[in-house]
């Protein structure tokens, strides 16, 4: 078995282990009958929207809009920069549509000083309440680093133009024959 193959069983067995072990931490809630459990579980009725979009010029997109109950909860997103250079992105909402988290992941092709390129990752994290950013954090191969503000401004510029692509509300086709 070579290195990065045996790295990785044990990567995953060490996953699996504490997996595990949480499950089994966890205690099951009494309950006195199915019928009574079913009857407190709420429910939820997720739905699921793929779209596509591109400017042709910078980037291409496809994306899927997540409704709970009818209302839009989340946009994710995958986008092909035109550098060649991957993002997946999510846009969270609240119960009145407005953002409350941007999430970006980005990998980035770095020049190295050998010949071959290095493949980079970018996690961005910006935190909203209304239109005022509460907080935002950058990571570039788990090194923290200063979100810069055109960083912020260029996510909330993108969040904006997908969201006018996608309706804030959800209405089954009617099911009726």
Not at 1 to 26: I, Y
Not at 73 to 100: C, G, H, N, W
Not at 143 to 152: F, S
Request: charged content about 25%.
């Amino acid at each position: 078995m070579t290195r990065s193959k045996s790295l990785l069983v044990a990567t995953l067995t060490c996953a699996a282990a504490f997996a595990l072990s949480a499950c089994a931490d966890k205690k099951a809630a009494p309950t006195a009958d199915s019928t009574a459990a079913m009857s407190t579980a709420s429910s939820t009725d997720t739905m699921k929207v793929q779209g596509i979009w591109s400017d042709s010029v910078t980037a291409e997109s496809g994306y899927l809009a997540e409704y709970v109950n009818g209302k839009l909860v989340v946009i994710e997103e995958q986008m092909l920069l035109a550098d060649r250079t991957r993002s997946e992105r999510a846009y969270f909402y609240s119960a009145d549509f407005k953002p409350t988290r941007l999430f970006e992941h980005r990998a980035l092709t770095a020049a190295s000083s050998n010949s071959t390129p290095k493949t980079l990752h970018s996690l961005m994290n910006i935190y909203l309440t209304g239109d005022k950013v509460d907080s935002a954090a950058k990571q570039v191969d788990f090194v923290k680093k200063t979100v810069q503000p055109y960083e912020i401004e260029n996510m909330r510029k993108h969040e904006r133009e997908i969201f006018a692509r996608v309706p804030m509300t959800y209405t089954a086709p009617r099911t009726e024959r």
